[in-house]
């Protein structure tokens, strides 16, 4: 019997494939590159506004030099820092006069007039080209358009759109005072009535000091007291019917160093209304006269 032959048999397989490793790391990248676009978007004012150039205040007011001929013992007063009744006498450059068909100022008929109509709550102001340090400041304002609620504004310290203090003088017989720094609004003395603000479309004369890190106000030679919080957590509150400052202290006087000097600003701030049926425009003007800064 021959014996079958039989060759061995070689099992061959094919060299497998490398498994295709799970890019986790992708989801983790996506989600920093949504969150990260988020932000940017969020802040995308402040990451402008920290790679912009420092803003360059104006030189301060021009002032009255003295005879160097006249004694010592002859020399006239220096006089205000700055005054103006706006008759038309004034450079044309020193205050910022425009008009974009929602918020102007222009000089005319010996006033300072600043107006508003917009859609939705807006304010705007006319600067005055000059830089101050310490200061008093005495103007005549009054409103000749807009509602109850619209708002006479005095900014001071001003050195870009962004940082600026801002009194608030509203018609209907309140103020507030308040704080932007790098674009971020802040109260610093929320609304509180005054017996001193006359109300309605009358001259009231409005006065700012500034000495320092000292600030004051009044309307009608009355001072104003303010409500301010004791630490940066807190917003405090007038009781009107009080007069009691809920969680902060009274004070005629607000302290904050932050900027030690800068523009003035004359403006007025517009409301949207309601006439009992629907909204109203943004609208109000307010007049500014016989302004004086004097050197405290």
């Not at 304010?123 to 340090?133: H, K, P, R, S």
């Not at 005095?154 to 720094?181: H, Q």
Request: charged share 25%; net charge negative; glycine share 8%.
């Amino acid at each position: 019997m021959t014996r079958k032959r039989t060759d061995p048999i070689s099992l061959r397989r094919e060299p497998e494939r490398p498994r295709r490793k799970r890019r986790r790391w992708i989801i983790p990248v996506i989600l920093v590159v949504i969150i990260g676009g988020a932000a940017v978007y969020v802040y995308r004012f402040k990451i402008k506004r920290a790679f912009e150039p420092a803003a360059t205040l104006p030189p301060p007011p021009p002032t009255r030099q003295a005879d160097d001929s006249a004694s010592p013992d002859n020399l006239a007063p220096a006089g205000p820092l700055y005054e103006s009744t706006f008759d038309g006498d004034q450079p044309a450059d020193e205050w910022e006069q425009f008009d974009d068909g929602i918020v102007s100022a222009a000089i005319a008929d010996g006033q300072l007039m600043v107006e508003v109509k917009a859609l939705v709550d807006t304010g705007t102001w006319a600067g005055l080209n000059y830089t101050f340090e310490d200061f008093d400041l005495e103007v005549d304002a009054k409103k000749v358009n807009g509602g109850d609620e619209s708002a006479v504004l005095i900014l001071f310290r001003m050195t870009d759109e962004d940082n600026y203090n801002r009194l608030d003088i509203y018609t209907d017989g309140y103020y507030s005072l308040s704080a932007i720094r790098d674009g971020e609004f802040r109260v610093i003395s929320d609304f509180n009535k005054s017996e001193a603000i006359i109300t309605g479309n009358e001259i009231n004369r409005i006065s700012v000091s500034a000495r320092g890190d000292q600030f004051s106000f009044a309307v009608n030679g009355e001072t104003l007291p303010l409500c301010v919080a004791v630490d940066e957590e807190t917003r405090p509150l007038w009781d009107i019917q009080t007069g009691l400052c809920l969680g902060g202290e009274i004070t005629e006087t607000w302290e904050n160093g932050d900027l030690p000097r800068g523009k003035i600003g004359l403006g007025v701030h517009a409301y949207v209304g309601f006439d009992g049926e629907s909204s109203t425009a943004a609208a109000a003007a307010a007049a500014f006269d016989n302004l004086v800064i004097q050197e405290p």
